[in-house]
């Protein structure tokens, strides 16, 4: 005879809650493992003489609930071989309990499913709320902080003791305050029901929390959640709305490219500086345009920013392999061809140039070090630093020349050449120049200030100040950065 697994589910309750039917295959059965004996069912059935056999020692010896769900499983088959049982769970079998689902998945033996009522409807009753309005049915020990939906009631289950209480709550307090009002819930729509409302902080310190606990969060107001994306959307939205700003529904892609460029520069201030909370700022600053361009996408019918995110998201993984697949890489330089290649694919064409790709409105200098560093992929290149060095004291020659003929077409040119040059040799040595020439201009601005410093605390006025006198100031600038 083929053997087989019956799972019953035991309910939320006390015995008064579990269905006739449930009662008497529980009363006659020859076997029954339990999970769980930690049940007021299952306490009432040993007084009749009904015997458990229960998997609480595995709680125990593992540190994981996955290792005790796997462990059960595993020998459930295994006496499963041998004769047909009956498998004993709280509430209902297909309500948050992984070991039925593992039962479920594997192949070697038969596994019926019967019933068993749902705590969710008492639970639904004791509370006062429709799941309609929005609900979300959470494993305490076992969920991810950014999938959680505060818009709507959030009832997190399975949680045992103090410890997953704890965790919870530590997860809730990264978006939600401390004193937020959650409701403790214990054996949900039996007598021994308890309901208690406390503030988020004390969540952990119930002593009489249990496996018949459930903890339910309340739906958040829009102002808690000012840290979320979607709630940012649903404000760029307003904004650009019907009863939004004039001035933000005025915006399109063309008037909104300063603002993007002044923003970015910020942000390399904030970080040039070490500031964090300037970093924090700008960063929000740079999202603000990307939001808004987005909207105005979205307002147009051309695309929104969840096509924005779809097209990155899927950018990251493809240009990821050595993450994402099954793809080894040995170094940074071998990281670095694959992005290249992939980035080609694409574009599903070859560019017409190897200079393609290079945004047009990238400041000149830095423009320069781009062209080079594609040219020299090909091999376009020096073969030594001495050589480019001999060339920038050629291009200075020939500059000093045009300056001599006053010709100011060809000074210009020239001038241009030696810049070229200039940013053809910090690539050599693997330095920016944009970030190089723009570190001297921060110094130039702090050496100088400190000048109009030193000469207003004399009594000078800078416009009337020698060349001496700025000049010494100026060193004692210099000698003080160390």
């Given at each position: ?16 809650q579990l269905p006739l039917g449930i009662y008497k295959t529980l009363k006659k059965a020859d076997r029954i493992m339990a999970r ?166 004390e969540l952990d310190h119930q002593l009489e929390i249990s496996n018949l606990t459930s903890v339910y969060v309340p739906p958040a ?38 603002f993007l460029l002044e923003e970015a520069y910020e942000l390399i201030d904030a970080i040039d500086d070490q500031d964090d909370e ?205």
């Amino acid at each position: 005879m083929t053997k087989k697994i019956e799972v019953i589910g035991l309910g939320a309750g006390d015995l008064n809650q579990l269905p006739l039917g449930i009662y008497k295959t529980l009363k006659k059965a020859d076997r029954i493992m339990a999970r769980t004996t930690d049940h007021p069912v299952i306490a009432s059935l040993q007084e009749e003489g009904v015997h458990f056999e229960s998997y609480d020692e595995m709680y125990q010896e593992e540190e994981q609930f996955i290792d005790v769900y796997e462990r059960i499983v595993d020998d459930l088959l295994k006496k499963a071989e041998d004769e047909s049982l009956i498998y004993a769970v709280p509430g209902h079998p297909m309500l948050a309990e992984k070991t039925v689902q593992l039962l479920l998945e594997q192949k070697k033996v038969g596994v019926s499913v019967i019933g068993g009522q749902s705590y969710l409807d008492d639970l639904f009753t004791s509370l006062k709320i429709d799941p309609i309005e929005g609900f979300q049915f959470v494993d305490g020990t076992d969920f991810r902080r950014d999938e959680l939906n505060y818009r709507g009631h959030l009832i997190f289950c399975q949680v045992y003791d103090r410890f997953v209480a704890s965790e919870v709550k530590l997860a809730l307090l990264e978006d939600l305050p401390f004193d937020y009002e959650v409701t403790i819930i214990e054996a949900a729509g039996s007598e021994s029901e308890v309901i208690r409302t406390v503030p988020l902080e004390e969540l952990d310190h119930q002593l009489e929390i249990s496996n018949l606990t459930s903890v339910y969060v309340p739906p958040a107001s829009k102002d808690i959640l000012n840290h979320t994306f979607p709630r940012l959307k649903e404000v760029i939205e307003c904004l650009r709305g019907p009863n939004g700003c004039d001035w933000d529904k005025a915006q399109t892609h063309e008037s909104l490219k300063e603002f993007l460029l002044e923003e970015a520069y910020e942000l390399i201030d904030a970080i040039d500086d070490q500031d964090d909370e300037g970093m924090v700022e700008e960063l929000g600053d740079v999202l603000l345009q990307v939001m808004l361009h987005s909207q105005i996408g979205a307002d147009e019918g051309y695309f929104s920013v969840d096509d924005v995110i779809e097209s990155i998201t899927k950018k990251m993984i493809h240009r990821h392999p050595h993450v994402f697949s099954n793809t080894s890489v040995r170094s940074i330089e071998e990281i670095n061809k694959n992005w290249e290649k992939l980035k080609k694919e694409e574009k599903g064409h070859e560019r017409e140039s190897v200079l393609d790709g290079i945004p047009k409105q990238l400041p000149s200098l830095h423009k320069a070090f781009k062209l080079q560093k594609k040219a020299a992929k090909v091999g376009f290149d020096w073969d030594r630093s001495e050589d480019i060095w001999e060339k920038l004291t050629e291009e200075v020659e020939e500059v000093k020349e045009a300056i001599q003929t006053e010709n100011k077409s060809e000074i210009i040119k020239e001038f241009g050449d030696i810049l070229f040059v200039i940013a053809n040799l910090t690539r050599f040595y693997n330095v920016n120049p944009e970030l190089a020439l723009e570190m001297t201009n921060k110094k130039f601005v702090s050496r100088f200030s400190y000048i109009e410093k030193k000469l207003k605390e004399a009594g000078k006025d800078i416009n009337q100040a020698t060349l001496e006198d700025m000049n010494y100031y100026w060193d004692e600038a210099k000698g003080k950065e160390g």
